[in-house]
């Protein structure tokens, strides 16, 4: 029997009765009856009640102990009176009567409450994480998290997967976000870098004649924080599979998640089978790569409309004959929504530094109009034909746009989710799973007008490439795809290029030599030299699983010591000054800007 407990704060039960027993934790709340002192008792795994009256010799010091201070409790279970069972815990049929106690741990004043999941100010949060952790919702999600890492390792493992771990320090890549770099001491001015993802490893896995490859691989990334992406460090499920094509990884990774989420929510899923959007489809209908399938709006382009002669809305006219779009959303039977509603959207987007939204709504009073700002300016029949092109029908109603094409998307992306929220049509209780395929292999730096990689530069393309093919780059299509959840990118994979004189091509169109290439890829390249499978993979990020399945909109509420939005540690006080002892033993010295 354990010096500390005989059970934990879970387990007593009513077969339990008169039972003398020892339990441990953490005083969660109290409550001075007076005579009587109710105390709630917490540890890992539940809460048990415990009472002590006035006459016990331990009732006044147990009345003045601090919340949160760890004590055992020795005393006999009973039952509580039908009035007071409390069906919330699993035990709370019984309680326990005090006997004795023992301060195990002592607590200070508390700097924020543990026994609520009050909204508390993240700074404090995050600088007094471990009482934070004790919370109970953010502590069952943590639960949750080492939960959803088992369930997927054991998948993988019975998928014919091997575990496999990569190094954490390595070189640095040119592609990609900003590199965390780490100085070496044994061989000075040069660095290493924390890996933005075991992708180069993963592959050299594959070239070694392994199979199936997995890990929770954690990656570092100097990127700048947002509610579904860690500052700093982030875990993902890193897998690779040799001779596969796309439908190979596509089959693993939704039986995978298809199971997953079917065992940690009681959400339902929209699709087990996963729809696979082109990228270019994306971003015609949703306006991202990201889309969330829960919203039933599509963006439609209904830019030939304005060549018609019998559209006078000039502005948007003028817009077209210099190349801009025009793209609309309709929404349907919103004929008798208020106009407030409509002005409301259009001022929303002014304030996301568009040029407003203009919209009308389809009429038919023994002919076919248009009601609002600029129905006046569309003839019948191009109202017929804006029908036809959006599907819509009388009483729906116009929201569009015009622009240059990438301020479009991002415009109309944000107002389909907007129209969305204020119409109430998505539905918070599924998840709606997507692949996101044929992206571009290449595309063109607005400001540089440099063609680069515009996803992952080790991808296969697609077809077989002829020299034509490569004079037009920015038309040929990659083995790449992303994995997409109620909006939420999950991951990225590709079909990877195995082929070295392949990749050289298409390195050259990014403005890399072979001697380059050589020199920053050198392993890659070298192993793909000495016959490479053809292989492929994904790694889906577990943060963002376990934030969805917590139904959480932060990932911060799922980590368990994440940093601020400044990348700062505010528990262990990093990142810290060294001392210069440690520069020169490292043979660096500082140059701080003002």
């Not at 509603?341 to 939204?357: R, V």
């Not at 116009?398 to 998505?426: H, P, S, V, Y």
């Not at 209780?429 to 595309?443: L, Q, R, S, T």
Request: aromatic share 10%; glycine share 6%; charged share 30%.
């Amino acid at each position: 029997m354990s010096k500390y407990r005989t059970h934990k704060c879970n387990e007593l039960r009513k077969q339990d009765l008169d039972k003398e027993i020892s339990i441990s934790g953490w005083i969660n709340k109290k409550r001075d009856h007076g005579n009587i002192l109710f105390i709630d008792l917490r540890d890992n795994y539940g809460i048990t009640q415990c009472i002590i009256d006035k006459e016990n010799k331990n009732f006044l010091e147990l009345e003045k102990t601090q919340l949160e201070t760890v004590v055992k409790i020795d005393g006999k279970v009973v039952e509580r009176s039908s009035e007071t069972v409390n069906k919330d815990i699993e035990t709370g049929d019984i309680e326990v009567v005090i006997n004795n106690f023992e301060v195990l741990g002592t607590c200070k004043e508390l700097p924020m409450p543990v026994f609520s999941d009050q909204e508390y100010a993240e700074e404090i949060r995050l600088k007094y994480r471990f009482l934070d952790l004790r919370r109970k919702k953010i502590h069952e999600n943590i639960i949750l998290r080492s939960k959803v890492i088992s369930f997927i390792r054991n998948e993988m493992t019975s998928a014919g997967f091997l575990e496999f771990q990569t190094p954490i320090l390595t070189s640095s890549s040119p592609e990609g976000a900003r590199d965390f770099l780490v100085p070496s001491r044994l061989n000075p001015g040069k660095f290493y870098a924390l890996p933005q993802a075991p992708q180069q490893f993963k592959q050299l896995i594959m070239v070694s004649g392994f199979d199936k490859y997995f890990q929770i691989a954690p990656c570092f990334r100097d990127e700048d924080a947002r509610a579904d992406r860690s500052p700093g460090e982030f875990y993902q499920l890193d897998l690779e599979m040799s001779f596969v094509e796309q439908e190979d990884v596509f089959n693993v990774v939704e039986k995978l998640l298809v199971n997953t989420f079917k065992k940690f929510s009681d959400k339902k899923l929209m699709y087990d089978q996963f729809p696979k959007i082109s990228y270019a489809d994306a971003m015609l209908k949703y306006g991202s790569d990201k889309p969330d399938l829960r919203n039933p709006l599509v963006i439609n382009d209904i830019t030939e409309v304005f060549s018609r002669e019998d559209v006078s809305f000039e502005i948007f006219k003028k817009l077209t004959k210099s190349g801009s779009k025009v793209r609309c959303i309709s929404t349907k039977n919103t004929k008798d929504k208020p106009r407030s509603f409509f002005d409301n959207i259009d001022k929303w987007a002014k304030e996301q530094g568009a040029s407003g939204l203009a919209y009308f709504t389809f009429e038919d009073d023994g002919e076919l109009s248009a009601k609002g700002p600029i129905g006046k300016f569309f003839s019948k029949e191009a109202l017929l034909e804006i029908m036809k092109k959006t599907n819509s029908e009388v009483g729906d109603s116009i929201f569009m746009a015009c622009g240059k094409l990438n301020e479009l998307e991002k415009i109309t992306a944000l107002a389909r989710d907007k129209i969305a929220q204020d119409l109430d049509l998505i539905n918070d209780n599924i998840f709606a799973f997507c692949w996101i395929v044929d992206y571009p292999m290449f595309e063109r730096d607005e400001k540089t007008n440099k063609i680069g990689f515009s996803h992952n530069p080790f991808s296969m393309p697609q077809g077989d490439l002829t020299d034509k093919q490569l004079e037009d780059p920015l038309n040929i299509l990659a083995y790449q795809y992303d994995i997409v959840c109620n909006g939420i990118e999950l991951s990225s994979g590709a079909i990877r290029n195995h082929k070295p004189e392949l990749m050289y091509r298409l390195f050259s169109i990014a403005g890399y030599d072979k001697k380059q290439v050589d020199e920053k890829f050198s392993g890659m390249i070298n192993a793909l030299s000495f016959g490479a499978p053809p292989h492929g993979g994904i790694a889906p990020g577990i943060d963002r699983i376990v934030m969805l399945l917590a139904n959480e909109k932060n990932i911060r509420e799922v980590t368990m010591f994440p940093m601020n939005q400044n990348a700062q540690d505010l528990m262990m006080k990093a990142p810290s000054e060294v001392n210069e002892e440690q520069l020169k033993e490292l043979n660096l010295a500082l140059k701080i800007k003002k």
